[in-house]
């Protein structure tokens, strides 16, 4: 077993090593959906001078936001060195110096400084702790500040189940319904599953929609089945 192998979730840093295109793309749902919304919210809140994206995977929305807004630093944290390592070397490749990767396994996250803007999408669905992760991610966002969480709600988790039990009437297409079910098991199971009463109990602000100022996107499931909310701090 290796240190990103843990009993709830998989091993990142064989899926990175051995991730064909269709795996990442799975796995990078920010790619189409978060980009816009941030640069909605960057519009309507400012630019934050400091981003954590936790569970960046292969840095999506980290060399977005760096790219875009050079004088923000950002730090993308992730669980398998395999992917930082490709991501450092990109940085570089590119030159964005704006831009660093460190190690951090939810829930447990504690870095040693604070940022404006807290995001974790695409990764609570991998971490049977859930709320404790919300709340440690809640203390690394400075006063003033907003956590942005994509999480997998009731909903979801049963559309989920409903994918596994019956494809054809839900439309899916799961190739290797095994390997799918012990990706998204926490899921599937309800452990990992988010509402706005369980954010706010974790940390003592209720959530916020981004469809205050935003229009929803056309995906039905980015606001159905997998909400995507802002806490302020």
Known sequence: MTDTEFED?????RFWETADEEDRESATPSTH????????????????????????????????VAASHPETTVVGYDAAESVLAENR????D?????????RTLLPEFDPDLSFDLVLCFGTL?????TQRAVTNLYDAVAPGGHLVLGYVN?????????MLAD????????????????RFHLALEGESVLSYERIHEATGTWP???WEFTDKPEERWAWRHAPLAWIPK
């Open 33 to 64: 959906h978060v980009r816009g919304l941030l640069a909605d919210l960057f519009d309507e809140k400012g630019v934050p001078d400091s981003v954590a994206d936790v569970g960046c995977g292969p840095a999506v929305v980290a060399f977005d």
């Open 154 to 162: 009731q909903l979801g988790a049963a559309h989920y189940r409903e």
């Open 9 to 13: 979730t998989i091993d990142w840093n």
């Open 94 to 102: 590119e030159g964005l110096t704006n831009v660093a990767f460190e």
């Open 167 to 182: 494809p054809e009437e839900t439309g899916a297409e799961i190739a290797e319904p095994e390997r799918f079910e012990e």
């Open 125 to 129: 669905t991998y971490v049977a702790e």
């Open 208 to 210: 916020r929609s981004f």
């Open 89 to 92: 070397e990109r940085a570089r």
